[in-house]
């Protein structure tokens, strides 16, 4: 079973940039998406940024409100996802979770594709 839980989120003033992590356990080969996805009150959840890792390939992906300010890493061994975000608006504020897909094929970045959520991290941006 995997496990996520995340960290980094916090209070930043507009323009200003926050890194958020996702420690990952009890990974298996059919882990092949980790994704970042927001909620904000009384909004539905949304994909923010997705990797997706088969073998040496890797793609990407990201929301077309975060193209450009938001970059999605992992690092080698798997057991940690990154969310680095650069020129944050106060549009930016809610609830990041790190996701996991465990089912072994491509992914994009709709929820109900992934079957692991973390607990969630804040994000405020004021401006």
């Known amino acids: 079973q995997v496990q996520l839980e995340e960290s980094g989120g916090g209070s930043v003033q507009a323009g200003g940039s926050l890194r958020l992590s996702c420690a990952a356990s009890?990974?298996?080969?059919?882990?092949?998406?980790m994704g970042w996805f927001r909620q904000a009150p009384g909004k539905e959840r949304e994909g923010v940024a997705r990797?997706?890792?088969?073998?040496?390939?890797?793609?990407?992906a990201y929301g077309d409100s975060v193209k450009g300010r938001f970059t999605i890493s992992q690092d080698n061994a798997k057991v940690t996802v990154y969310l680095q975000m650069n020129s944050l608006k106060p549009e930016d504020t809610a609830m990041y979770y790190c996701a996991a897909a465990t089912g072994g094929s491509w992914c994009g970045l709709g929820t109900y594709e992934y079957d692991y959520w973390g607990q969630g991290t804040q994000v405020t941006v004021s401006s």
């Open positions: 990797i997706y890792t088969d073998g040496s390939y890797t793609h990407y």
């Open positions: 009890g990974y298996n080969y059919r882990t092949k998406c």
